[in-house]
């Protein structure tokens, strides 16, 4: 069992920023992905981004290139998600999940582990 505790999130006007983070803990080992979704009221959840277990390897919603930015710490099995340039549209409830692979996926079923999440909010 894995345990995932978001924090970091919050009220923000239009082209602020905030920065997200995630904790596991429990069953943790180096050979794993840790990824970031977000679901809006009424919609899907979607993917944000994601990053392999070295860090090197990460993956991007294209709603969030060259303004999210995923690292980790993989001492601390600890992942951020720095969020620049926020939009009205980043408005969710945003989830830090976990699987087991080397692959950085981008289906929320293809994670098995879950935070119980926490709400970005951006005011126009």
């Known amino acids: 069992q894995v345990q995932l505790i978001e924090s970091g999130g919050g009220l923000v006007q239009a082209g602020g920023s905030l920065r997200l983070s995630c904790v596991a803990s429990?069953?943790?080992?180096?050979?794993?992905?840790m990824g970031w979704f977000r679901q809006a009221p009424g919609k899907e959840r979607e993917f944000v981004s994601g990053?392999?277990?070295?860090?090197?390897?990460?993956n991007y919603a294209d709603s969030v290139k060259g303004r999210f930015t995923i690292s980790r710490d993989s001492g601390k099995n600890t992942v951020f998600l720095q969020m620049n340039s926020l939009k009205p549209e980043d408005t969710a409830v945003y989830y830090c999940?976990?699987?087991?692979?080397?692959?950085?996926?981008?289906?929320?079923?293809?994670?098995?582990?879950w935070g119980q999440g926490t709400q970005v909010t951006v005011s126009s």
């Open positions: 999940a976990v699987r087991y692979s080397l692959a950085v996926l981008t289906r929320p079923r293809d994670y098995e582990y």
């Open positions: 429990g069953r943790t080992s180096s050979m794993y992905v």
């Open positions: 990053v392999n277990w070295s860090g090197r390897s990460t």
